[in-house]
C-alpha cells in the first residue's frame, strides 16, 4: 500500500462531488501537480555503513516531543467523509502523538474535538475573519478548552477559485455543518470553506491585525500560507511560534511556486529562528526525509487525512501515516540517516538538486 492507495479507496467510497471537493486544486490544478512534480525531482544520495539499526524519530514542536516529524494540516469539514468526523482524526493523533491542527471549519464544535478525542495537544486553526469579535470569540473559545497554539491561515484575504466545485454545483450535505458557527448551514459552490455566513474573510488584512491577534491570546501563534521569502523577517519581528510554509495544496492562486522549491530560501530567511513546518503534497517516506533535509522542523498533511478517513475512519488515518512512518524509517536507514539531527547535518551529503 501507499498514501495515493487510501485516495483510491476514498474514491470508492463517498461520491464523486465530495471525492472532487477534496482533491481539487484551483483553476488548472498546476500548482497541485507542480507540488508533487518537485519533490520527485529531487534526488537522493544515499550514505553507506552508517550504522542505522536504532531510529530516533522523536521531534519537539512547541516544547512538546512528538514520535516523529509528521502532522495533520487543518482540513475542513471531517464529517463530509467519516460520520465521528474530526474526533477519530483527532484520536488518530493522539494514539499516533503526532500534532494535529483542527480547522476553524471543523464538522463538529471545536470544544467537541478536544472532549470527544481526549487529545490535549490539538492546535486550532482559524483566520482573522471580517467580524473580529467572532474572531476573538472563537480564539478564546479554543484556548479556553485546551487548544496548545493558534493557526492563524495567511494567503488567504479571497477564496480560490474551485472549477471542479463550481461544475459539480458542490454544496454541503445536510448532516454537514460549520459546527463552531452560529449559522452553520453553507451552501456555495467554489469554497465552502470561505462561505458561513458572518464568517467572510477580509481582504484588508496586514501585519497589524497579526498583531492585534497575538494580544487576544497567551497561546504560542502560528502563521499557516507563508510562500515568499520576504514574509519571513515581518513574521519574525511579531515573534510567532512557527511558520508553516505552504501553498495549501495548490487550492488558492494557481501557478504558486512549490512548496519544496521554496523551502531552502525560506529556511535560510528563517534561519533557525523559529520552527518551520511546510505541507503541500507530501505522500512518500522519501518526501519526509527531503523536507527535514532542507530545512524544515516538520512536515503536515491534508489530502491524505481526508482520504485514509474516508477509507478505514479513525483506524484508516493510523494505518496511513504509519505507512509513511515505515517508508520514513527505510528511506532514513538506506540513506545512512539515524535520526532527525543526522538528516539536517547529512543534508547537503544526501540531497542532489
Ligand atoms: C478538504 C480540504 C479542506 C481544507 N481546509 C482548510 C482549512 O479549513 N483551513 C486551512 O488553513 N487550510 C485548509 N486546507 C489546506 C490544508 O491545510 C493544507 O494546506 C493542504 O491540504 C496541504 O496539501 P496536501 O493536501 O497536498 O497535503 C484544506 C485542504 C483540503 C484538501
Not at 478536544?114 to 467572532?134: C, H, M, P
Not at 491534508?302 to 479513525?314: F, I, K, Q, T
Not at 540513506?335 to 540531497?351: L, P, T, V, Y
Request: proline share 4%.
Amino acid at each position: 500500500m501507499r498514501i495515493d492507495d487510501f485516495r483510491m479507496l476514498a474514491r470508492e467510497r463517498i461520491p464523486p462531488h465530495i471525492f472532487d471537493y477534496i482533491d481539487c486544486g484551483a483553476c488548472d490544478e498546476i500548482t497541485s501537480r507542480a507540488n508533487r512534480r518537485d519533490l520527485d525531482e529531487i534526488r537522493l544520495l544515499p550514505l553507506c555503513l552508517r550504522n542505522v539499526a536504532d531510529l530516533d524519530l522523536r521531534t519537539s514542536l512547541l516544547e512538546h516531543s512528538f514520535s516523529f516529524p509528521i502532522g495533520f494540516s487543518p482540513t475542513a469539514f471531517h464529517r463530509l467523509v467519516h460520520e465521528s468526523g474530526e474526533v477519530s482524526t483527532a484520536k488518530a493523533a493522539k494514539t499516533l502523538n503526532i500534532p494535529m491542527i483542527v480547522s476553524s471549519m471543523s464538522s463538529i464544535a471545536l470544544e467537541d474535538v478536544v472532549r470527544g478525542s481526549a487529545n490535549e495537544n490539538l492546535w486550532f486553526q482559524t483566520y482573522i475573519f471580517k467580524d473580529r469579535a467572532l474572531t476573538k470569540d472563537l480564539i478564546q473559545r479554543a484556548e479556553s478548552s485546551g487548544y496548545q497554539a493558534i493557526v492563524l491561515t495567511v494567503g488567504c484575504p479571497v477564496a480560490g477559485r474551485r472549477y471542479k466545485n463550481v461544475r459539480n454545483r458542490f454544496a454541503l450535505p445536510d448532516h454537514v455543518v460549520a459546527a463552531n458557527f452560529k449559522q452553520r448551514k453553507v451552501v456555495v459552490h467554489n469554497n465552502p470553506v470561505h462561505s458561513v455566513d458572518g464568517a467572510e474573510l477580509d481582504p484588508a488584512l496586514t501585519w497589524n491585525d497579526v498583531e492585534w491577534l497575538r494580544g487576544r491570546t497567551s497561546l504560542p501563534v502560528m502563521l499557516k500560507g507563508i510562500m515568499n521569502p520576504l514574509d519571513v523577517q515581518p513574521a519574525l519581528d511579531l515573534q510567532v511560534s512557527a511558520l508553516i510554509l505552504s501553498n495549501h495544496g495548490g487550492r488558492q492562486l494557481d501557478t504558486t511556486e512549490s512548496t519544496i522549491r521554496m523551502l531552502p530560501e525560506v529556511a535560510a530567511a528563517v534561519s533557525k529562528r523559529t520552527t518551520l513546518l511546510i505541507d503541500s503534497g507530501f505522500r512518500r517516506g522519501t518526501d519526509v526525509l527531503k523536507a527535514i533535509a532542507l530545512g524544515a522542523d516538520g512536515v503536515l498533511l491534508g489530502r491524505p487525512v481526508m482520504w485514509a478517513l474516508a477509507a478505514g475512519g479513525e483506524k484508516g488515518v493510523i494505518d496511513a501515516v504509519g505507512l509513511l512512518l515505515e517508508e520514513l524509517r527505510i528511506a532514513m536507514r538506506i540513506a545512512g540517516c539515524q535520526s532527525i539531527d543526522e538528516i539536517r547535518k547529512n543534508s547537503s551529503a544526501i540531497i542532489r538538486g
